[in-house]
């Protein structure tokens, strides 16, 4: 009887739920818990098939287990990944701490910037807003494009103005480091639009009386923003890091079309790596889900992490 | 301030300057990428690859004529519409539903539901990229934009999702009531009174789902594999192999790309920013 009082009272909002519910289920859930499933096999492209079938003269299908069909193969994969023995872990791992550190500080900072400055009565406020937001409404790909266009070795514009002004070229995807450093200045000018207006958004809702009470009481501007404005964007600023953060960790078209891993995959993020390692030549299904699983549980160690911290200071999120 | 004499919101010569600087250093930076790419995709192809500096050189239409005429150019436009247009309609449509329960009632699995969206937007393309794959591959979708379609609903129908519980949240609920009162059961509320006036939040939701489809590569370069059938975000990766790339026609197209989509940004920025910091805010 309880159960049919619970359901009178709640059937209409598990009804509105129930299709993004399926969709999680069918399209997230059931490939996430595939993919776990497949990082213990040694799946690629030419062991999937469980029978192999031939035709005979009369037409008759004749099929037989395949004798190399793919298997269970316990922490294989993930001893063969970790251990460097394909695709270099430890290099994308270290690489991608620095893209995710060094994108999600830059983009907070000049958004956060911005945004300040932005948040002030001045002239020709609309217009730059305008002017500053563009990088965002240019699709990500193209973006992508137009930096590796920039940063072309031979006729790039940035190797132009260098020797134009009588400096060497740089060879930028020549080293990793200077290859990283293409993808992320492409990223750190397409994700600051979105910071700082999230920022501004922020902003915009801490009440004026805040302000002028720490006028009043003699605050320098430096006090206002570090004691008013700073602790009004907390809970903004909270989400939208934790957000870069997950999304730039996962970025995949910047690096992948910029620099493309060059020179020789070592500016690789681990997802483009993974990417990379499972889809050239013989497609590799079950590496390919090991890194996922792999990037999947360090995101989820972050998180954890962050809330934590985030709870230290008294936050309900 | 120095001077306690001075106006609220008010600074000196010198501050102004240096805000306006900034803010105009900072706009160039913004501005100048889109520009060169705009300047390039006018250029006949040598004066592309030329070493030498220059703005303007030559100037010709012959890049977008040749993009437009001799490639397949044209038919990933209409690809990249229709996928993105039907990730778009069935996105917004299952998701808004959704947002709304999570913005109005508070029953069993709600608290649950609102971490999944967040837990799933951790999920790496290589994790579902493979088990999608097959799945796909088993109902025979590969090389399909259908397969696309249902690949990025798993991007979109989450932070949809999000967004519309944002939207709703702030939308009174004496309204609801009154319409109970009146005799309208859940639907009908929801359908005849809440949604008509979320209006704008479906516009930016849509758009953005839009644009994610717009513009995603990694299940279109894995998914797709006949060149009548790409996107654009892997069919422009057609112009630039690694030998004798084509730059004069990669600006070309990313032009024509980028315009119809700037235009309605502009329309939609100005909601889409609130819709986000509302959601994310009143989590």
């Not at chain 1, 500053?132 to 973006?143: K, N, Q, R």
Request: proline share 5%.
């Amino acid at each position: 009887m309880r159960l049919r009082r619970f359901w009178d009272r709640y059937w209409y909002a598990w009804a509105m739920v129930a299709p993004v519910v399926a969709v999680l289920a069918v399209l997230i859930f059931y490939p996430l818990g595939r993919g776990i499933w497949l990082s213990f096999t040694n799946l690629t492209e030419a062991n999937q098939l469980e029978e192999i079938c031939t035709r005979s003269i009369t037409g008759e299908e004749d099929c037989q287990p395949n004798p190399n069909a793919y298997e269970f193969v316990g922490v294989d994969n993930y001893i063969h990944v970790l251990r460097g023995d394909v695709g270099e872990f430890w290099q994308w791992f270290g690489v991608t701490l620095i893209w995710t550190f060094a994108c999600v500080v830059c983009h907070y900072l000049i958004g956060l910037g911005l945004a300040t400055m932005l948040n002030r009565r001045l002239r020709g406020r609309g217009l730059y807003r305008v002017l500053l937001i563009l990088p965002w409404a240019v699709p990500a790909f193209v973006s992508a494009f137009a930096w590796r266009f920039m940063f072309n070795e031979r006729f790039g514009l940035f190797n132009v103005v260098l020797s134009g002004i009588g400096l060497d070229p740089v060879a930028w995807f020549a080293d990793w480091r200077t290859s990283l450093l293409t993808a992320i200045l492409t990223n750190v000018w397409l994700g600051v639009p979105f910071m700082m207006v999230a920022l501004l958004g922020g902003m915009q809702t801490i009440p004026a009386e805040l302000y002028e009470a720490a006028e009043i009481d003699g605050a320098t501007p430096w006090q206002r923003f570090v004691n008013v404005t700073l602790p009004g964007l907390r809970s903004v600023s909270t989400t939208v890091i934790l957000l870069g953060t997950i999304w730039t960790f996962n970025l995949f078209s910047v690096i992948y079309l910029v620099n493309a891993g060059a020179p020789a995959g070592q500016s690789e993020i681990l997802v483009t790596g993974a990417f990379r390692a499972a889809f050239q030549g013989i497609r590799n299904y079950s590496l390919a889900s090991t890194y996922g699983v792999l990037i999947l549980s360090i995101l989820l160690v972050y998180s954890v992490f962050y809330r934590r911290a985030l709870r230290k200071h008294g936050e309900v999120w | 301030m120095s001077t306690p004499v001075r106006r609220r919101g008010g600074r000196g010569p010198l501050a102004s300057i240096a805000l306006h600087g900034t803010l105009i250093v900072a706009s160039l930076i913004a501005l100048f990428p889109i520009v060169w790419v705009v300047l390039s995709s006018l250029k006949p192809g040598y004066a592309v690859q030329s070493t030498e500096l220059a703005l303007v050189k030559d100037p010709t239409l012959a890049n977008y004529e040749y993009v437009l005429t001799e490639t397949n150019f044209p038919r990933w436009v209409v690809n990249s519409v229709l996928v993105a247009a039907a990730t778009m309609v069935i996105g917004v449509f299952i998701s808004a539903t959704t947002g709304y329960a999570l913005s109005r009632f508070n029953f069993p699995g709600r608290r649950q539901l609102l971490l999944i969206f967040l837990v799933t937007q951790m999920f790496p393309v290589a994790v579902l990229i493979v088990p999608i794959y097959t799945i796909m591959a088993r109902l025979g979708l590969i090389n399909t934009l259908g397969s696309l379609v249902i690949a990025y609903l798993t991007i979109a129908v989450p932070f949809c999702s999000w967004m519309f519980k944002g939207y709703f949240d702030s939308i009174d609920t004496s309204l609801d009531e009154a319409a109970a009162i009146d005799g309208c059961g859940p639907f009908a509320t929801f359908w005849r009174i809440v949604l008509p006036l979320a209006r704008p939040g479906i516009a930016v939701t849509a758009f953005y789902t839009f644009l994610t489809a717009w513009g995603e590569v990694a299940y279109a370069t894995a998914f797709i594999q006949t060149d009548s059938r790409f996107t654009l975000g892997y069919g422009l990766q057609q112009f630039v192999p690694a030998f004798n790339p084509q730059w004069e026609y990669l600006t070309a197209s990313a032009v024509l790309i980028t315009i119809p989509a700037g235009v309605v940004f502009f329309f939609a920025q100005r909601h889409l920013v609130s819709g986000l910091t509302s959601g994310a805010t009143k989590g």
